[in-house]
């Protein structure tokens, strides 16, 4: 079993932080810290708790799918959880999974007001062609810092961001920074459960 035990917001309300405890017999899939954080260049102080959870649940809940194990949060959203479950069958349908539970006190239904799509941007052609079939709509441009670069890895970074401010497709467009250690909350362990890719490649980077 795993629990989230708080989330708590620093740096103006731009900084989220996710600190979680589990069970001794799934402690071996998670770094020691057990937090997972996520950055925004925006504050969101006003997110609802229910939503404010969903970028460590988006990161954790597959991992208690292959793994069999539950999870307990206070409060979730309820479109989401309808859309986590209807992702979990379609996994299931396709790799052998484990029995695992989501388990909240409170499911919220929360009135979003609609908006822009915000494809995560990192000039590569996947991400180019998500612009495409989406550019009619204005989409917000997001990118992951964390994600093909390393948090630590500034410089690199840097350079992502560069080629991106040059490409003609973003050039103009409103975009978005997000910063979290979402590869590097977890060990080595998820990475043997496939031959042919680690963890990143065949189930984190799909979701």
Known sequence: MLELESIRLENEGKKVIYRFNCDRSISRYFSKEKI??????????????SLLVIPFLANV???????????HVHEIDK???????????????HCSLGASRLYCKNVITNETGGGPPPPFFCGGVDS???FIAHEAENPLLVTIHGADIQTADSRQFRVLQNA??????ARGRERYVVKSNMRDFYTY??????????????VQHGL
Not at 37 to 45: D, L, Q
Not at 79 to 93: P, S
Not at 164 to 169: A, C, D, K, R
Request: proline share 3%; hydrophobic share 45%.
């Open 61 to 71: 809940l597959p991992v208690s799918w292959f793994f069999g194990f539950d999870i």
């Open 189 to 202: 362990r998820l990475n043997l459960l496939f031959d042919d890719l680690d963890w990143w490649g065949r």
């Open 36 to 49: 997972v954080w996520t950055e925004y260049n925006t504050a969101v102080s006003e997110v609802p708790g």
């Open 164 to 169: 991106i401010e040059q490409s003609v497709l």
């Open 128 to 130: 180019h062609y998500s």
């Open 79 to 93: 479109e989401y959880l309808q859309a986590v479950e209807k992702i979990k069958q379609i996994f299931a349908q």
